[in-house]
């Protein structure tokens, strides 16, 4: 079974900085593609950005510039780094790992297999 547990989020002020994490246990991810998805309240999931199998990475525009996505060497634990952080990036923030090897990091949610619980980012002006 495979799972994802995300840890990292909280309150904070507008300005401030959270690292979130997810790694993964039940397999391993190397080369896989993964990707960040908050949802806001009443709003539909969308991405801030991903990391295609050979580190390619994306951010939506709302985020370029603060968010960072990486991953470990060994490729089993994905992060976001959010810097400057503002009111409206506050949402339950999910990780996702794609379901195969060797794919491009999709904006879509339904191009990822694996999900986590979501931690929630609040953010306070």
């Known amino acids: 079974q495979v799972q994802l547990v995300e840890s990292g989020g909280g309150l904070v002020q507008a300005g401030g900085s959270l690292r979130l994490s997810c790694p993964a246990s039940g397999r391993t991810f190397r080369n896989y593609a993964m990707g960040w998805f908050p949802q806001a309240p009443g709003k539909v999931r969308e991405f801030v950005a991903t990391?295609?199998?050979?580190?390619?990475?994306n951010y939506a525009d709302s985020v370029k510039g603060r968010f960072t996505i990486a991953r470990d060497g060994a490729e089993n634990t994905m992060y976001l780094q959010m810097s400057n952080l503002k009111p409206e990036d506050t949402a339950v923030y999910y990780c996702?790992?794609?379901?195969?090897?060797?794919?491009?990091?999709?904006?879509?949610?339904?191009?990822?297999?694996?999900w986590g619980q979501g931690t929630q980012v609040t953010v306070s002006s």
């Open positions: 990391i295609s199998w050979n580190g390619i990475r």
């Open positions: 996702a790992f794609a379901g195969r090897p060797y794919t491009s990091g999709s904006y879509y949610p339904n191009g990822y297999e694996y």
